[in-house]
């Protein structure tokens, strides 16, 4: 009889003879080489388990048992890691207890009723002040763009700063505040468009960002083009080497703006991490990893942008006590000879998921636009 | 203010057990329900084959297509009844069966040699050729008393599969 142990870990075929799983293995690595690389192999992550291991005879009742199959189709009918990444979580009620109740109360009248109108005015002030400024500077200094630059630089860090205290944002940054230098590039992990402003506010970086509708369009492609960051849209093929070809012209310019890159290229609820883009690992420039870590204690800060507009998350952010985060400014890394850009970039997403202790899940985050391409289907 | 974790009320939760045996707690069809409504973008109160796919871990499955006719457009009751089957209470009958509407994908009681080779072909994929897997095949089931002309049946299946080295075990986690 089938000793039921190595019966259980066997997936059907795992029983061909010796020879056809030679074959089988050469295929499999001849296969994944060719595979579009912005892709890192699935395989690599799956558990032993699902990689066939040789059995002594091979019989029908194993042929014919998709059990161990099944059952991960069904688990992840049940439950996945990727739907997880991007789900909201809401903070525990407290509200329950007769003496808390009143307290609770009393914070949302403090919260709605104090507190937002403040941020509001706060946000209102800064604002004005910024434009007052920003615009004399814009159209006046056209001349010395040096010093133009550099103002404006001010300026967006102000407004940034505005927009934490608008949700008296208490951010501790570790490590060494980044400088400006040519051939090195920032990365960092991604939890909601406030990440850039919580970064923007201490540092001047160009950004890579998704080009979006509304007022956050507006201000991206007027106030934000000036510190050359640079928009793509998802969706459309063609930017992605124009965005690839800026990427190396920034990079190498000595006076730009540090680059501020999120490769995970899609806002994760900061409790994983989804698969890097390779882009900014390829660009042969020392890579510098930040970890962002929010506290969820008052608010969670993910913006679940398929759920709510900026404007709402802004809203959210704005009527809570504050929101708690912690940057860490990592050690600068470089490719290793013989690294490819994929082990690289998961070497750095490694680091960074260690200092903000999240979990790393093998996903795309793409595949919240797209559904996954049978070829993918095959390969497993 | 009570979170707005589930509308199902005491009776619905009974229905639904009733319908699944009892296989499932009163707590994990709550939480299956919370799966079910995840899973339900648009709230329309079935699960379409689109949404199965948004779940990447599901899509990449060599069997969805396949699952895929067997979820299409299920309701909340179905939904349970189909997961029931993966339950560690479930009889090994039900697992089989389930195994054997897999194979049977014309729905006509009887699994032919072409039906198998097709779940082969699915899972092993362009590893092999479709000759290597008749040959499997073939000698496979000479082994075990059938020949490339007899079609399985549900007993077949139970003969073949009834071991208790079949697991086919999905927790639903309850928080």
Known sequence: MVNSQDFKNSIPLSSISTPERGTKMSKLTSSSSELD??????EDYLPSDSIPQPHAKLRLRDLLDISPTLTEAAGAIVDDSFTRCFKSNPPEPWNWNIYLFPLWCLGVVVRYGILFPGRVLVLTIGWIIFLSCYIPVHLLLKGHDKLRKRLERA????????????W?????????????????VFVANHTSMIDFIVLEQMTAFAVIMQKHPGWVGLLQSTILDSLGCIWFNRSEAKDREIVAR???EHVEGADNNPLLIFPEGTCVNNQFTVMFKK?????????CPIAIKYNKIFVDAFWNSKKQSFTTHLLQLMTSWAVVCDVWYLEPQNMKPGETPIE?????????????????????GYLKYSRPSPKHRERK | MGSASSTLTQYDIEDVQEHCNHLFSQQEIVSLYQRFCQLDRTAKGFISADEFLSVPEFAVNPLSQRLLKMVDGLNFKD?????SAFNPKASMLQKIELIFKVYDSDYNGKVTFNDIMEVLR????SFMSDKQREEVLIKVMQEAGYSKDSSLLVDDFVKILDHPGLKMEVEVPVD
């Open chain 1, 246 to 248: 800026k990427l190396r």
């Open chain 1, 279 to 287: 882009g900014a690992f390829e660009l042969g420039s020392t890579v």
């Open chain 1, 155 to 166: 300026l967006v860090e102000l407004i940034c700063s505005f927009f934490v205290a608008s």
């Open chain 1, 168 to 184: 008296t944002g208490v951010v501790k940054y570790h490590g060494p505040r980044p400088c400006a230098r040519p051939k090195q």
């Open chain 1, 344 to 364: 690289f970039a998961e070497r750095v997403r490694d680091i960074i998921s260690v200092r903000a202790g999240l979990k790393k899940v093998p996903w795309d």
């Open chain 2, 79 to 83: 939904f349970v009844i189909f997961l």
């Open chain 1, 37 to 42: 690389l912005d892709r890192p192999n699935i």
């Open chain 2, 122 to 125: 699915d899972l092993s994929g």
